[in-house]
């Protein structure tokens, strides 16, 4: 072998040589880029598990709300836990609210004893004050009114209709939901028992 074969040698290793160190060098830089950049758009450990927003649907825990009530009390969702509760947001112009709120007075009388509440939210923000309470007297109704003024309970339970009610067990868990209306009372009463002899046992 003569010295150009060996010098020719030389350099193709040298030049291997120098282009996998700058290939493991490009691999690196890829790997601390990824890691990097997985570290800064992670998650927000705030925001996941059971911290995050419950979703408003049937399986989901109830979104927690406090809200005021007509007499002059405030009234926290998640403070009802052992009890079932109807939570129903309705408004005062409403034709179905109005026709199924005797049903839902009537079903209140006779389980309130046994633990069931119902929780009648007014969407407030698109409707009076003023109105809500002449309709809630009007009607007789004993149960709580609650008012949504700003909108934000009705926005977390994603209302899509008037009326619509969530049922919940007392576990805080949404077990029914019913868009629209009017509920009669054999079906009001139905869901309600389930969920007291559920909870009872």
Partial sequence: MN???DNRREATWVHIFANSTRW????ISIVVLSAVWMY???VPTSSAGPAAPPNPQIGFVAPDFTLDTNDGKTITLSELRGKVVLINL???WCPPCRAEMPALDRVYRKYREAGFVVLAVNTTYQDSEA???AFAQNLGLTFPILFDRDGATSRRYRLQALP???FVGRDGMIRDVVLGGPMNEALIASRVEGLLVEGSR
């Fill in 3 to 5: 010295s150009a074969d």
């Fill in 90 to 92: 309705w408004a005062s």
């Fill in 40 to 42: 800064v758009s992670r």
């Fill in 164 to 166: 619509t009610s969530f």
């Fill in 24 to 27: 493991n060098a490009l691999i």
């Fill in 131 to 133: 109105d809500a309470r």
